[in-house]
């Protein structure tokens, strides 16, 4: 079955993104979103894990990571890891 959203980072994004994830001086929520968009990853060089193997990997639930994906192809990076008021 083909993915519905699929997460496509450019060489920068998950530059950024794994600077991020090692620096580990960020809010837990948005580690945790930078973590799943590097694991979702499909294009090359990227990990392009299924929803339950991101789900095993981080402990998150995975309605979460279905969330995640489809927030970043509908409206980007920066509203993934920005912090909604």
Known sequence: ????YRVTLTRSERDDL????????????????ARIL????????GSS??????????GCGR???????????EEGLEAVLARKP
């Open 1 to 4: 079955m083909e993915k519905r």
């Open 63 to 73: 309605a979460g990571v279905g969330r995640i994906r489809k927030q970043f192809v």
């Open 38 to 45: 590097l694991l979702a990853d499909q294009s090359e060089g």
């Open 49 to 58: 894990k299924s929803a339950p193997e991101i789900v095993e990997s981080l």
């Open 18 to 33: 794994r600077e991020l994830v090692s620096a580990g001086k960020a809010a837990a929520q948005k580690l945790v979103r």
